[in-house]
């Protein structure tokens, strides 16, 4: 079944760790983003990428990198992490980068830093 | 810039009553809106979306939402509810401009329960 796949489903990391996130969808989508989901916060945007070969910063980008080197894969990193990057992770896409197209969601990282 | 509020972080509603969930957006040019549902451990889905076609919009499950210019809202109503549509539902509105463009800024999410 076509859609977005992240991995790991779910990560216990000890903090000042490295950590990437994985995303790979097979939906030729050319816009590419990762929201975090906090509990009363709703889904803030870390980082985005309207198309392969270029990434954008989101509200809450600090703490967090990507790259967008061809149109299916959208990896997250974590250079060090901290406590406060314990929440869950979702990656979508979007089929462009325009104003009325839906986006789809992956199924999500539940990440914890200890 | 575009952004939407959700008033109520949680709405419970019994079987078979009418389910009314509320947003309002703010935004400096037309907005396009959407309504996401996420059941527990799983991603988000859509619902439904406005795109200046209809002001009233039909989306899955027997929910719909109507754009109302002058109030600036766009309520997500459904006339009976289910068990099975306890989730969490979130209001979006797409980014319209520069840099924003193609984001999708969410609000904070209501939570349904439905008692039996």
């Known amino acids: 079944i076509a859609g977005i796949t992240q991995a790991p489903t779910s990560q216990i990391l000890a903090a000042g760790r490295r950590m990437t996130l994985r995303c790979t969808q097979d939906?030729?989508?050319?816009?590419m983003y990762w929201y975090r989901q906090d509990l009363g916060l709703g889904l803030r945007l870390i980082h985005y990428?309207?198309?392969?070969?270029?990434?954008g910063k989101g509200e809450v980008p600090d703490g967090y990198s990507v790259s967008r080197a061809n149109t299916d894969d959208f990896p997250l990193t974590l250079a060090s992490a901290v406590p406060s990057q314990t929440s869950v992770y979702f990656c979508?896409?979007?089929?462009?980068?325009?104003?009325?197209?839906?986006?789809?969601f992956g199924q999500g990282t539940r990440l914890t830093v200890v | 810039a575009q952004s939407v509020t959700q008033l109520g972080s949680h709405v419970s509603v019994s079987e078979g009553a009418l389910v009314l969930l509320r947003c309002n957006y703010s935004s400096s040019v037309p907005p396009y809106l959407f309504w996401y549902v996420q059941y527990p451990n799983q991603g988000l889905q859509l619902l439904l979306k406005?795109?200046?076609?209809?002001?009233l919009v039909k989306g899955i499950n027997g929910f719909e939402a109507e754009f109302k210019k002058s109030e600036t809202s766009f309520h997500l109503t459904k006339p009976s509810a289910h068990m099975s549509d306890a989730a969490e539902y979130f209001c979006a509105v797409s980014g319209a401009r520069g840099s924003t463009l193609g984001r999708l800024y969410f609000g904070r999410g209501t939570q349904l329960t439905v008692w039996p």
């Open positions: 990428s309207n198309t392969a070969g270029t990434t």
């Open positions: 406005y795109t200046s076609a209809a002001t």
């Open positions: 979508a896409t979007r089929q462009g980068a325009s104003m009325n197209t839906e986006a789809f």
């Open positions: 939906m030729r989508h050319n816009a």
